[in-house]
């Protein structure tokens, strides 16, 4: 039998505080109507997100004890839920960029700074949904995970295993999660960052 020293580590895999940050933009002094769509948009998405990690967290609970079916099933609906999540805010995004787009052809502003603007908005996008397919791939590797925890025996914190196919895949799928997980973190940064540089352009296009 084989015995692997990482149970507590599949456990402990919650997403920290900075991946589900949300977009921390404050209000700025630009056209009301970019105001107000730019925080119905961010208020939504964080409230989407702070969902995502209460589920995760529940589920992850639920999967510290046997047997961890519950918490597969939980996971397999969760996944579901993230690909209506996604086009749900997706579509609110775009409601956003569709407003900004009006603005720029109301201030008639400068060709270039309005591509600009408009490709930074269209890179964003992707960003934003990059987030939700990390979130979506999150889901799905740890259901196979608890699946293939389930085939073993847990003993003093150990999984053991009678197959090292068994171990080899276990401590992939850990990695693998571990690095699904900084994805998310990094394109929720980047897509933080974006909007706060993009309203900033606002800003000053509107104070010309």
Request: aromatic share 10%; hydrophobic share 35%.
């Amino acid at each position: 039998m084989v015995r692997v020293l990482a149970f507590m580590v599949v456990f402990g895999l919650f997403f920290s505080q900075t991946a589900f940050s949300g977009t921390a933009v404050s209000v700025i002094q630009v056209k009301v109507n970019i105001v107000q769509a730019y925080n119905q948009f961010k208020n939504s998405y964080n409230s989407t997100l702070s969902e995502i990690k209460k589920e995760i967290g529940t589920i992850d609970r639920m999967a510290q004890s046997s047997p961890r079916q519950q918490a597969v099933n939980r996971y397999m609906s969760l996944e579901e839920k993230l690909y209506k999540r996604k086009v749900n805010i997706s579509k609110k995004y775009e409601r956003f960029i569709q407003t900004v787009s009006r603005y720029l052809n109301q201030k008639k502003a400068d060709n270039e700074l309005k591509k600009m603007i408009e490709e930074e908005l269209s890179e964003n996008h992707r960003n934003l949904e990059s987030v939700f397919d990390q979130l979506i791939r999150y889901a799905n590797l740890k259901q196979e995970l608890l699946e293939l925890v389930e085939k073993g025996k847990i003993e003093n914190g150990e999984i053991i295993f009678t197959d090292q196919k068994d171990v080899d895949r276990y401590n992939s799928l850990v990695r693998e999660i571990d690095a699904t997980i900084g994805k998310i973190e990094q394109y929720s940064k980047e897509f933080s960052r974006y909007n706060q540089k993009i309203l900033n352009q606002i800003t000053r296009l509107d104070n010309e």
